[in-house]
């Protein structure tokens, strides 16, 4: 590493640093103070308030990584272009694209990290956020389920109604299974005082359970009660059932890969919230790239007037993307968008943007103005 890249460097993190941490330590203060009462109230241990916020830490990096970039980099390529530092390196040689590869370096870096966290502890933060404050408020500890679950599985012809699903021990209370045939008629049908399954042998444990099975009339032909039935072959499993109605926002991208893969047969616009997600897990580290694309060119300057507006008009881009992002996500849930194109498509766009600022920048062209069309 060259003397000129260790000091960009130095230039860059000193005040990415500083960004970091003071965002966390003022979500910390916010979310304190929010939460302070229950806090009080439930009697919480160092502990457990020491567990709560280590559990939050990887979404808040995921938040506020690329926010403290573009701050860090547009306060320090400003500063390098007060000190006519910039210059210098530029009458040395230097092309603008070379002064500015350590920190494309850096982004590709933060792009992994990010990745990293948003692959799964930055989506089950929020569940375990909302999961730890409900018991502290309780002042217990929560069994995690599900109440009052119905399941289709449209390809076997199953349906499934369930009181209760303890995710935590994999048991199901109170079910009641019809079976139908391809025309809909009822065929059999199981009632269970509980159930569970077995991931060795694949399958099904009934308990203090009652079988009927009719014709397509609905006339009964059997009727047995019995202490344990064991049922193979069914293609449900605890995850498949309970996973139909989660929260994608929630869903690391392995437990997306199995909802998609177990509930494939579910319509499309049930399928297209997860489906972006899942494409929108992975399209969001690279907003770190794009940071370095958006704000590098508009970071620097050759005269003092153009360093407020330079970051003004950085800083404006960044949070149109996070909104565009936001509308395109949104529409990809509700099925107006392919999942690619709501995930990928403001990325892809706002890059060509980046790339234009930055070849403006490099060939020592002004950047265009926007005008309002009333404005003089």
């Not at 306060?75 to 092309?95: D, H, K, P, Q, V």
């Not at 049908?189 to 159930?195: F, L, N, P, Q, V």
């Not at 620097?300 to 149109?320: E, H, N």
Request: hydrophobic content about 50%; overall charge positive; aromatic content about 16%.
């Amino acid at each position: 590493m060259k003397i000129l890249d260790r000091y960009v460097l130095k230039e860059f993190f000193v005040p990415f640093i500083y960004c970091i941490f003071g965002f966390i330590a003022i979500w910390f203060i916010f979310d304190l103070s929010d939460n302070l009462t229950d806090f009080l109230e439930g009697k919480v241990g160092f502990a457990v308030l020491l567990e709560y916020y280590k559990s939050q830490v990887p979404e808040i990096i995921v938040v506020t990584l690329p926010i403290g970039q573009l701050l860090a980099l547009l306060y320090a390529l400003t500063a390098m272009s007060r000190t006519n530092e910039l210059i210098s390196m530029l009458g040395a040689g230097l092309s603008v694209v070379r002064i500015l590869v350590p920190l494309f370096a850096v982004g590709f870096v933060l792009v992994g990290v990010t990745a990293y966290f948003n692959y799964e502890s930055a989506p089950h933060a929020a569940m375990v956020k909302k999961q730890m404050l409900r018991e502290i408020k309780r002042g217990r500890k929560l069994e995690t389920g599900l109440a009052a679950h119905l399941y289709r599985n449209r390809e076997d012809f199953r349906t499934w109604f369930i009181r209760k699903i303890s995710t935590d021990r994999e048991k199901f209370f109170d079910i009641q299974i019809l079976q139908q045939d391809a025309e809909g008629n009822i065929m059999k049908t199981w009632y269970a005082r509980d159930g569970s399954y077995d991931g060795i042998a694949k399958s099904w444990i009934f308990r203090r359970a009652k079988y009927v099975e009719m014709d397509t009339s609905g006339k009964i032909l059997k009727s047995e009660f019995v202490d344990e039935i064991i049922i193979p072959g069914w293609r449900e499993n605890p995850w498949r059932i309970a996973s139909s109605v989660m929260n994608p926002n929630y869903l690391s991208v392995e437990e997306l890969q199995d909802y998609l893969e177990f509930n494939w047969d579910f319509p499309t616009v049930r399928l297209a919230p997860y489906r972006t997600q899942l494409q929108y897990r992975w399209a969001l580290p690279w907003v770190c790239l794009l940071v370095v694309f958006i704000g590098a060119p508009l970071g620097i300057v050759y005269s003092r007037r153009g360093i407020l507006g330079g970051v003004a008009a950085a800083i404006a881009i960044f949070f149109s993307l996070v909104f565009v992002s936001s509308l395109f996500v949104a529409l990809g849930k509700g099925d107006r968008l392919s999942p690619f194109a709501a995930a990928w498509g403001p990325m892809f766009a706002y890059l060509c943007v980046g790339i234009l600022l930055l070849w403006y920048r490099s060939t020592n062209r002004e950047l265009p103005k926007f005008k309002l069309p009333w404005s003089a």
